[in-house]
């Protein structure tokens, strides 16, 4: 067995246990390890010579009371820093470093470093969450990301190991940027018990497939990089029949949560980090409720990001789980400040709907909706020819003030085409709303 798959499955051991831990205990379990993180940042890592001062009390021991004076920065704020992020040297036993970018689907990407304990850490975290959910982990596993192309249709590529408990499971990967017709042939083609994407890529597969009176031949969907919505959970579980596993991660920050067997929620991967959500307007910490997501990953010694914000907006609950587990819930993810709308009387929502709501009102085959102001949103689609639908301005004024805000006044636009972003992922809503 090698090193790092016996490593990852000690670490899935650890994970079985600490997701029972008591929260005083687990605020201790995740002292421990961000005491060195801090230590090694302040000494090796440019960005942060002074910025954890008030952190430090003169005998250099910690004062946790102090941590909210840290300044939380964004990912704008990490490009500006530059290599400014990146540590000096850092202890051998976090294992070597490697380099990525982020999909730059929201802006320029980040360039990242992580260590060879983060991928441990990562691979660990996924494994718990296909323990959670039971996933077959000798099936096949499709995965169509982002890939820069490096992986084209008609034959993508045969995959890397995809878990831990099977290492041996076969597993093959396309670039997400080939069009769906081309992603269905080729799933149709390799025939995976299991597919990973963005699960705007798993709706329009089901539609494609439904439009050609086929089944999609998985049984598994494993959704990230994009909120899973309800809507598209409804459809994907009704319709098709599909197990689904939601997860949420970012490629600089590892895994931060996944959504619960037992239920809706989803559970903070409290051992990979510490996930603090602030009040819109005050900035404290809460523990019920919405408000901006800050991360501190331990065990990214190459590139510290400590109160780092990647400008998604969660809910959290503190109601118990019915599962048992301690981590803290979260009760949604409500994505990228971009796609979450704001209104007139100050509420917010993520507009989460489906394709096929709004054909009563438009002969359409894509539609995106983009908030202008508080009360006025555009609404582009693309035409459907085989539609005989008229476009009923009126009507889908009335239906999406059902839906999203009865305060709201829409404009309707027809587009040759609604593209997704570079790394490709398909952003249905965005507000220009600040
Ligand atoms: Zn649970």
């Known amino acids: 067995m090698s090193v790092s798959l016996e490593a990852s499955r000690k670490f899935v051991t650890v994970l079985e246990k600490t997701q029972y831990y008591p929260p005083d205990r687990m605020q201790a379990y995740q002292r421990r390890l961000l005491q060195p993180l801090l230590h090694h940042a302040r000494r090796e890592v440019p960005f942060y ?20 004076d840290i300044p939380t920065f964004t990912r704008a704020d990490a490009q500006q ?9 850092y202890p051998e036993q976090m294992g070597p470093f490697s380099e990525g970018q982020t999909s730059g689907s929201t802006g320029t990407p980040l360039k990242f470093r992580t260590t060879g304990m983060a991928q441990l850490m990562a691979t660990a975290a996924s494994q718990r969450i296909f323990d959670w959910h039971a996933v077959d982990c000798s099936a096949k596993m499709a995965i169509i990301a982002d890939s820069r192309g490096r992986y084209p249709a008609p034959d993508g590529a045969p995959g890397r190991q ?7 499971a076969p597993a093959c990967q396309l670039s997400v940027t080939e069009t769906i017709e081309n992603q269905l042939e080729w799933i149709l083609k390799t025939r995976p018990g299991a597919v990973t994407s963005y699960p ?6 089901g539609e494609l497939a439904e439009q050609r009176g086929i089944a999609l031949p998985f049984h598994t969907f494993v959704g990230q990089g994009e909120v899973f919505s309800d809507a598209a959970k409804t459809y994907l579980a009704g319709t098709h029949g599909l197990k689904l596993i939601d997860r949420y991660g970012a490629s600089e920050l590892g895994a931060i949560a996944a959504q619960c067997p037992a239920g809706s929620l989803h559970h903070q991967f409290c051992e990979a980090g510490l996930m603090e959500v602030l009040d819109f307007d005050d900035g404290k910490s809460i523990t019920d409720g919405r408000g901006r ?13 400590i109160r780092y914000e990647n400008q998604d907006q969660v809910e959290l609950t503190s109601q118990a789980c019915i599962c048992g587990r301690t981590l803290p819930s979260i009760q949604q993810i409500l994505g990228r400040e971009r796609n979450v709308f704001t ?48 476009v009923d301005q009126p009507g889908l004024q009335t239906y999406l003030r059902t839906r999203l805000h009865p305060s709201i006044t829409i ?13 490709g992922k398909y952003e249905q809503w965005i507000t220009l709303v600040r």
Do not use: C, H
């Not at 995809?162 to 041996?168: Q, Y």
């Not at 489906?354 to 983009?370: A, D």
């Open 49 to 68: 010579a002074t910025r954890l001062d008030p952190l430090f009390a003169p005998d250099q021991s910690i004062r946790w009371e102090a941590w909210n």
């Open 81 to 89: 820093a530059g290599d400014a992020l990146f540590a000096k040297s």
């Open 162 to 168: 995809w878990n831990i408990t099977k290492p041996e």
């Open 200 to 205: 705007s890529i798993a709706v329009a597969l």
């Open 293 to 305: 997501l800050i991360l501190t990953p331990f065990y990214n010694y190459a590139m510290p990001l």
């Open 343 to 390: 209104y007139a009387d100050g509420s917010r929502s993520w507009p989460s709907m489906l394709e096929g709501e709004y054909q009563p009102f438009l002969p359409s085959r894509q539609i995106q909706g983009i908030q202008k102001s508080l009360r006025d949103v555009e609404i582009r689609f693309v035409r459907d020819e085989a539609s005989s639908q008229q």
């Open 411 to 423: 404009d309707i636009f027809e587009t040759p085409e609604i593209p997704r972003s570079a790394s």
